[in-house]
């Protein structure tokens, strides 16, 4: 399981920035530490797209040489659901499929 405190997400403390730009930035590195944390986790490559249509999206593709994780854009606004992501990416990823509602509730419950 992933400790939860290891990966600062979501967006707290950045209501009070104006400047789009700067928090564009800020997103691309949470971005960036969401799929290195994976990578580290599961020691191989991912490749991580973020879904802006779909804010709750939360799937693994298989059926590529690197697996495919694609997140909803929610993970930007709830750390939560980052985290669960995180979660359910990498036990994914380390059983080869994705695993059932079912199994990652027991996996969540357990830690």
Do not use: W
């Not at 986790?41 to 298989?62: A, K, N, P, Y």
């Amino acid at each position: 399981m992933v400790p939860l405190d290891s990966l600062q997400l979501g967006s707290a403390g950045r209501e009070n920035v104006c400047d789009p730009e700067f928090t564009g930035m800020e997103d691309e590195r949470f971005v960036q530490r969401i799929q290195e944390k994976i990578e580290r986790l599961t020691e191989g490559r991912i490749d991580l797209e973020i879904d802006h249509e779909d804010g709750s999206q939360l799937r693994v593709e298989f059926q590529r040489e690197v697996p495919l994780v694609v997140l909803g854009a929610n993970i930007f606004e709830f750390s939560g659901f980052a985290r669960m992501c995180v979660e359910y990416a990498v036990e994914s990823i380390r059983k080869q499929r994705p695993i059932q509602m079912l199994e990652f509730h027991l996996l969540l419950a357990r830690n």
